[in-house]
Nanobody, 124 residues
Framework: VQLQASGGGLVQAGGSLRLSCAASGGTFSGYTMTWFRQVPAKEREFVAAITSSGGNTHYADSVNGRFTISRDNAKNMVYLQMNSLKPGDRAIYYC??????????????????WGQGTLVTVSS
């Protein structure tokens, strides 16, 4: 599975961005889709996950209530709507696919495929 993330950019604090991730080369609907993020000198951290059917989602505490993950299996797309952005949300965001059929307790070691990152910068 190949994953291509897009939608990053510069936004002021309090603003919104929508990240997109296009999947190809595999059975997209068979994977839990996730977003992770990473800043320099820190480990890649979990942000959000959505199960293969879209029926269950899970978020990191730091983004819960501000970010929304969604997917369109007909278009092989996953999205991350990010609202009320804070300077602390600045990071490279990665979409990733996991065969594990759960949105909970997903971490980097569960990931089967990573996309390239897209940079989100939030100015204060």
């Amino acid at each position: 599975v190949q994953l291509q993330a897009s939608g990053g950019g510069l936004v002021q604090a309090g603003g919104s961005l929508r990240l997109s991730c296009a999947a190809s080369g595999g059975t997209f609907s068979g994977y839990t889709m996730t977003w992770f993020r990473q800043v320099p000198a820190k480990e890649r951290e979990f942000v959000a996950a959505i199960t293969s059917s879209g029926g269950n989602t899970h978020y990191a505490d730091s983004v819960n209530g501000r970010f929304t993950i969604s997917r369109d299996n007909a278009k092989n797309m996953v999205y991350l709507q990010m609202n009320s952005l804070k300077p602390g949300d600045r990071a490279i965001y990665y979409c990733a696919a996991a065969k594990k059929d759960s949105a909970y307790e997903i971490d980097w070691y569960d990931i089967n495929y990573w996309g390239q990152g897209t940079l989100v910068t939030v100015s204060s």
